[in-house]
Antibody, heavy 117, light 107 residues
Framework: QVQLQQWGAGLLKPSETLSLTCGVY????????WNWIRQPPGKGLEWIGE???????NYNPSLKSRVSISVDTSKNQFSLKLSSVTAADTAVYYC???????????WGQGTLVTVSS | AIRMTQSPSSFSASTGDRVTITCRAS??????LAWYQQKPGKAPKLLID???TLQSGVPSRFSGSGSGTDFTLTINYLQSEDFAAYYC?????????FGQGTKVEIK
């Protein structure tokens, strides 16, 4: 059973860099792709990107110029960085991964990141 | 990017009702579709994978169908714990995309 625990700064100023980390407990870290998804307050879900244990990434083109997802296999962790944030980046950010199928079966608890001057 | 369009965006229903939510993809995605349930303040929960495969532990009153561009999520005999938001998501191609969500509210 995979469990995801995420952490990171919750309040940023415009132009700063968002940084979140997700720890993976249980399961095989090399077996899956590890995802980041976000949800602005009161709105729907947006897929940000994913990474596997070798560092292969897939990003949403809408954010690609500002996003970097990395992995630390020694710690079973993966991280999200989003540069030059604005108020439009205010959202709950989730880490997530796949189960036995190809859908997102395991989710972190979510981290509210607020961008405000 | 493939656009996923859900309908309706929200509606009111009563316990015991049978409800259907539709999801349409802007291009064919075979059966590469998932349905999620999300309650306020919580992470989404996977209900259905591969358009119609019910996840372990999900009540059998939930069912999914469809292939290609048109999909449905059906909840038979709506229970109080089913009042929530529901999202479809395609994983046929990158970027992964979600529908805008359907909020099921108590009538």
């Amino acid at each position: 059973q995979v469990q995801l625990q995420q952490w990171g700064a919750g309040l940023l100023k415009p132009s700063e860099t968002l940084s979140l980390t997700c720890g993976v407990y249980g399961g095989s870290f090399s077996a899956y792709y590890w995802n980041w998804i976000r949800q602005p307050p009161g709105k729907g879900l947006e897929w940000i990107g994913e990474i596997n244990h070798t560092g292969t990434t897939n990003y949403n083109p809408s954010l690609k110029s500002r996003v970097s997802i990395s992995v630390d296999t020694s710690k079973n962790q993966f991280s999200l960085k989003l540069s030059s944030v604005t108020a439009a980046d205010t959202a709950v950010y989730y880490c997530a991964t796949y189960g036995s199928g190809s859908s997102l079966d395991y989710w972190g608890q979510g981290t509210l990141v607020t961008v405000s001057s | 990017a493939i656009r996923m369009t859900q309908s309706p965006s929200s509606f009111s229903a009563s316990t015991g009702d049978r409800v259907t939510i539709t999801c349409r993809a802007s291009q064919g995605i075979s059966n590469y579709l998932a349905w999620y349930q999300q309650k306020p303040g919580k992470a989404p929960k996977l209900l259905i994978d591969a358009a119609s495969t019910l996840q372990s532990g999900v009540p059998s009153r939930f069912s999914g169908s469809g292939s290609g561009t048109d999909f449905t999520l059906t909840i038979n005999y709506l229970q109080s714990e089913d009042f929530a938001a529901y999202y479809c998501q395609q994983y046929y191609s990158y970027p992964r995309t979600f529908g805008q969500g359907t909020k099921v509210e108590i009538k």
